[in-house]
């Protein structure tokens, strides 16, 4: 195992050289203000504030406080997010995949940006935005501080609105 000469990797270095960091499904580790997740330990659930076929895995939060938070969303392929807009700054990073985000207060595949996977983006709280997806499934890291909540420009485009 090659390791760089940083303070901060060392122990990393040190610990996968003896073999202690082997195990890709370890589960979650975590002590107040701390936390280490492996991808399998994470929780998938529904997300119902997107269209339906959104999964959501939160890894830092809760979403709904004033506090920072992280999560993992998936998207299917050919998926469509309506405009909308957050309230606070959105950070998003394309983990897998080709997330295609535009501006605008109409979802407009002529006005997308590719964002593929290493790609990142930030909204300014209450930018107007959409977001697809094409013919492959997008996995997409989300961080920001919340509270954290989605309002779509056109009402009706809210899937929380139908499952009254």
């Not at 119902?48 to 392929?77: D, N």
């Not at 006005?111 to 996977?117: D, H, L, N, R, S």
Request: hydrophobic share 40%.
């Amino acid at each position: 195992m090659k390791c760089l000469n940083y303070s901060t990797l060392s122990l990393a270095c040190a610990l996968g050289a003896s073999g202690l960091l082997t195990h890709a499904d370890a589960p979650a580790q975590t002590s107040p203000g701390h936390s280490m997740v492996s991808p399998a330990a994470l929780k998938w659930v529904d997300l119902p504030s997107l269209p339906p076929g959104a999964k959501i895995a939160i890894m830092e939060g809760p979403m709904s406080e004033s506090v920072p938070f992280t999560a993992r969303v998936r998207v299917p392929a050919n998926y469509r997010v309506p405009a909308h807009w957050h309230p606070v700054i959105e950070h998003v990073t394309v983990l897998s995949g080709t997330l295609y985000m535009g501006l605008g207060k109409v979802l407009d595949v002529t006005k997308g940006m590719a964002v593929p996977a290493g790609g990142f983006a930030v909204m300014q709280p209450k930018t107007p935005h959409f977001a697809y997806t094409t013919n492959e499934p997008v996995e997409f890291q989300l961080h920001g501080v919340g509270p954290w909540g989605i309002t779509y420009i056109n009402p009706a485009d809210d899937p929380r609105k139908r499952q009254e």
